[in-house]
């Protein structure tokens, strides 16, 4: 029986790579949710190469060399050219930054925790927030000060056609306003683990895992200059005034 190693692509274009000596079954069961851990809650998902091996030995020497190569190495090796319009673009970028430049503030003016959150549409800053929980208040996450700010500038809580960046995966709360305000993107640098880890009381549960459990649309990029939001999480750890909650 041949042995087929496979790479498909998730909802949040993440590449997964495995193996299998019964590829249509193992695709239904990617799109089940009974795939694994890493694909259930990236549902749907579209298989973009196969290849055939006579062993299982075979397949997992296969296996293991590509999942050590880069996107784009894969991406060729399926055949596809790089995308010409990246998952992140400079202005992606552009806008994180204001994200990250205003989580600074806190680091003096102790307001919240070193998080910042920016709205951007068509090109164009529409809020800039950070947290401001210091202030007695625990819904005022980085992102929730940004959909406020955002609504009061357009008149309107209907933020379609918006994009939210933020410097940490936005947490259960966040990620239900922000589907309340219609935004249909999240970009984002550290993940929800991350600030957990460095001590805040977070509710680990990723945003991929709440859209499918929701059936939400929205889409994802995370990792976004994450050397540098990940820098706020350090930086914030070694100030003798920090709170943590």
């Known amino acids: 029986m041949p042995w ?11 590449l997964y790579t495995g193996i299998t ?12 949710g009974n795939g694994g851990r890493y694909t259930k809650y990236r549902r749907p998902m579209k298989l973009i190469h196969c ?8 397949a997992l020497k296969r296996e293991a060399y590509i999942k050590g190569l880069p996107r784009e190495k894969k ?23 204001f994200a990250i430049n205003e989580a600074r503030k806190n680091f003096k003016a102790l307001s919240g ?8 549409r068509r090109g164009r800053v529409i809020a800039v927030s950070r947290n401001t929980v ?23 809580y209907d933020l ?38 460095a001590g805040f009381n977070e509710l680990n549960i990723p945003d991929v895992k709440l859209a499918s459990l929701g059936k939400s649309k929205i889409r994802f990029t995370g990792s ?13 750890s070694v100030l003798a005034n920090k709170v943590f909650y």
């Open 134 to 156: 210091l202030k007695n208040d625990a819904t005022c996450h980085a992102e929730i000060n940004a959909i406020r700010k955002a609504s009061r500038t357009l008149g309107t």
């Open 4 to 14: 087929h190693t496979y790479i498909i692509e998730c909802r949040d274009n993440t």
């Open 21 to 32: 000596n019964n590829l249509p079954r193992r695709l239904k069961a990617h799109n089940s």
């Open 51 to 58: 290849e055939v091996s006579s062993t299982r030995s075979e």
């Open 75 to 97: 991406l060729q090796l399926c055949g596809r050219k790089i995308e010409t319009v990246p998952l992140v673009s400079m202005n992606d970028k552009k806008f994180m930054e």
């Open 160 to 197: 379609s056609g918006c994009v939210i960046y933020s410097t940490t995966e936005p947490c259960p709360m966040c990620f239900a306003a922000i589907h309340w305000a219609r935004i249909k993107r999240i970009i984002y640098g550290t993940k929800t683990g991350d600030a957990k880890k």
């Open 224 to 236: 976004v200059l994450v050397n540098e939001c990940k820098g706020l999480l350090k930086e914030w």
């Open 113 to 120: 925790g070193p998080f910042g959150a920016c709205i951007a």
